[in-house]
């Protein structure tokens, strides 16, 4: 879990909003906080045996509502999700390690306001990845290539 996000204050946001802090709620809250950096549903879905799987993913969706979790899509497609630094931003993932960073420079104004006015489309959203390679990856590379 994110060092700035415990369970309490997460439980006492859901509270404060009106949500129900049921014990299969507090069963997916805690079993993510032990799940790490990134996870998937399906990891949670599978550590919580006894909980119902349309209520791992209720729980999620509800968390990522809240901008407690936030989503991230790997470039082979597969959704993961990890605790969020709240408010807008987005990710940069490593294709090789699976490392995601985020980032708040979303300089897309100007394409969202030509988009609306091209096609009459309100535009209410959208969501950035960024996919190469981290730091670390980048330079093990060169190092790698020259192995016989």
Same mark, same amino acid.
């Given at each position: ?8 204050t997460v ?46 993913f ?11 979790? %936030?989503? !991230? ?5 597969? /959704?993961?999700? @990890? ?6 931003? &987005?990710? =940069? ?12 420079? %979303?300089? !897309?104004?100007d394409?969202?306001s030509? /988009?609306?006015? @091209?096609?009459?489309f309100?535009?209410?959203? &959208?969501? =950035?990845?960024?996919?190469?390679r ?15």
């Amino acid at each position: 879990m994110a060092k700035h996000t415990n369970l309490s204050t997460v439980i006492q946001r859901m509270e404060d909003r009106g949500y129900r802090v049921t014990a299969p709620r507090l069963a997916v809250l805690a079993a993510a906080a032990d799940c790490g950096d990134q996870f998937s549903a399906e990891e949670l879905d599978q550590r919580l045996p006894r909980v119902g799987r349309a209520t791992v993913f209720r729980t999620l969706k509800l968390l990522v509502e809240m901008d407690v979790l %936030c989503r !991230v899509l790997l470039d082979d497609g597969s /959704l993961r999700y @990890r605790w969020s630094r709240r408010g807008h931003h &987005h990710h =940069l993932v490593c294709n090789e390690c699976g490392a995601v960073q985020d980032f708040t420079a %979303c300089d !897309v104004a100007d394409l969202v306001s030509e /988009l609306t006015h @091209r096609t009459n489309f309100t535009v209410e959203g &959208h969501w =950035l990845e960024v996919y190469g390679r981290c730091g670390t990856c980048a330079h093990a590379a060169p190092a790698l290539a020259a192995l016989p």
